[in-house]
């Protein structure tokens, strides 16, 4: 079946500027992860959905970023004022349950310049 | 604050050689997992290790856990230029007993083997 999906591949736009990431979770996952991975790193946890609802916030790094997923399988993360920090590969990852293993889509490549 | 390292970072083999990665994390937690990564591309589930001394063997990878000594490996048989990728262990937090998928990485290992 299909996997996670993302879209854009890839974005690059101006410091300053407002983006909106989109995850496509396997159908019928019920938990879905954001996380952001810069070069040579490993992926760092961002927030975490149940459902609906943001069960952990507590990886966005400052209130630009912000995160929904209204009706309980697609999911946008929205970052507002864009920073060349923010700069990174912005993955995305659904569980059938919580706590169970995560797949990863492709990731949106975002570059602030 | 769960602390995830790999070593080595960098890892160059012959192929036909053996070699192991370790994973070493600095709170409880009963669940790890190992992710294979290829350039430009994402995350690829290799195993998960659910309870203390589990191993999980697929191909060429062996992986294990010791929980007790919040440890563990990738062992690698014989290795085969397919191999080359980064490998990560991640950690899922013990909320309180409960995990539910707030996973911690490491670093990474970058491994190449070479003919």
């Known amino acids: 079946g299909a996997g996670v999906s993302q879209t854009p591949s890839n974005k690059v736009t101006e410091k300053g500027k407002y983006v909106e990431l989109r995850c496509d979770p396997i159908?019928?996952?019920?938990?879905l992860y954001w996380y952001r991975q810069s070069l040579g790193q490993g992926p760092e946890f961002l927030i975490y959905?149940?459902?609906?609802?943001?069960?952990?916030d507590s990886g966005l790094p400052n209130d630009r970023f912000f995160a929904v997923r209204p009706e309980g399988s697609v999911s946008t993360l929205k970052i507002q004022r864009t920073e060349r920090g923010d700069s990174a590969v912005y993955l995305c990852?659904?569980?059938?349950?919580?706590?169970?293993?995560?797949?990863f889509g492709p990731g949106t490549r975002l570059l602030v310049l | 604050e769960l602390k995830v390292e790999q070593n080595p970072l960098f890892l160059s083999m012959q192929e036909g050689k053996n070699y192991t990665i370790y994973c070493n994390y600095s709170?409880?937690?009963?669940?790890l997992y190992w992710y294979r990564q290829d350039p430009g591309k994402s995350l690829e589930s290799l195993f998960v290790?659910?309870?203390?001394?589990a191993v999980k063997q697929e191909g060429r990878l062996m992986a294990s856990l010791d929980t007790k000594a919040r440890l563990s490996t990738l062992h690698i048989t014989a290795a085969v230029h397919d191999l080359s990728a980064t490998y990560f262990c991640?950690?899922?937090?013990?909320?309180?007993?409960?995990?539910?998928?707030?996973?911690?990485f490491g670093q990474g290992t970058i491994l190449t083997v070479h003919p």
């Open positions: 990852a659904s569980s059938l349950f919580s706590g169970e293993t995560q797949y």
């Open positions: 159908s019928g996952h019920t938990a």
């Open positions: 959905f149940q459902g609906t609802g943001a069960a952990d």
């Open positions: 709170t409880t937690s009963d669940r």
């Open positions: 290790l659910l309870s203390n001394g």
């Open positions: 991640a950690v899922d937090e013990d909320a309180g007993g409960t995990s539910y998928g707030k996973l911690t």
